[in-house]
């Protein structure tokens, strides 16, 4: 599984758009890229997954370039509710484990 | 989206005591899933990987005596805390990997359990 690397955490103000960005230098061909939100003492949330270019959802976008090194969360306009720890995997369409780093703790504030 | 369920939510009990913890994935069928813990401020670190009809797959350093996995359908994964001490209190959460017919295959993770042992 290729590892990950991201920001420990990030600060924001109520409405910013919020880009998290994760780097993964030895992605493999059919990795996939997967992004999870997770409140305290919750299971983490399913956001958005990518292999390449740009995915949107109701939720987010996500950025991935052409080599696949690194790919951006994007949050639009953010809200309080938006405080949580946002993890960023890589795995192949046929994994059968994911490994979590430590995520980006994004703290939002009035 | 695809739900996964687990029960219960939050369990106390006493040292030396057996725990049960159901995992469910709701409106999809699952042959994977998967059980993580997460002690406070740190990172889900996985246990086991529970495939349907067969044996558990745990990761390093889990002791599989202690920590029963059952994955007896499609739908249903179990996980047993035998003998509980202090130091197993954390929060536990299962994952069940969707298949691309339905939704996107990846995994999807229920609620957690918290269990504190006294």
């Known amino acids: 599984l290729a590892k990950t690397t991201q920001p420990i955490s990030m600060d924001s103000y109520e409405g910013q758009e919020v880009n998290i960005t994760c780097s993964h230098n030895n992605i493999a061909t059919n990795d996939y890229i997967t992004w999870y939100q997770q409140f305290p003492s919750q299971g983490p949330r399913f956001i958005i997954q990518?292999?390449?270019t740009k995915v949107t959802n109701e939720v987010a976008s996500l950025f991935i370039p052409a080599d696949r090194k690194s790919s951006t969360l994007s949050l639009p306009r953010v809200s309080l509710s938006d405080t949580a720890v946002y993890y960023c995997?890589?795995?192949?369409?046929?994994?059968?484990?994911?490994?979590f780093g430590k995520g980006t703790m994004l703290l939002v504030s009035p | 989206g695809a739900v996964v369920s687990q029960h219960p939510s939050w369990v106390i009990c006493k040292s030396g005591t057996s725990v049960k913890i159901e995992c469910r994935s709701l409106?999809?069928?699952?042959?994977?899933m998967f059980w993580y813990r997460q002690f406070p401020k740190q990172s889900l670190m996985l246990m086991a990987t529970?495939?349907?009809?067969?044996?558990?797959?745990?990761e390093q350093g889990v002791e599989k005596d202690k920590f029963l996995i059952n994955h007896a359908s499609l739908t249903l994964s179990t996980l047993t805390v035998t003998s509980a001490h202090p130091e197993d209190s954390s929060f536990y959460i299962c994952s069940a990997r969707a298949s691309r017919r339905r939704y996107l295959e990846t995994q999807y993770f229920g609620p957690g359990t918290r269990l504190l042992v006294l």
């Open positions: 409106d999809f069928q699952a042959t994977t």
């Open positions: 990518g292999y390449k």
């Open positions: 529970s495939n349907e009809g067969s044996k558990a797959t745990y």
């Open positions: 995997l890589v795995a192949d369409s046929g994994y059968s484990t994911l490994t």
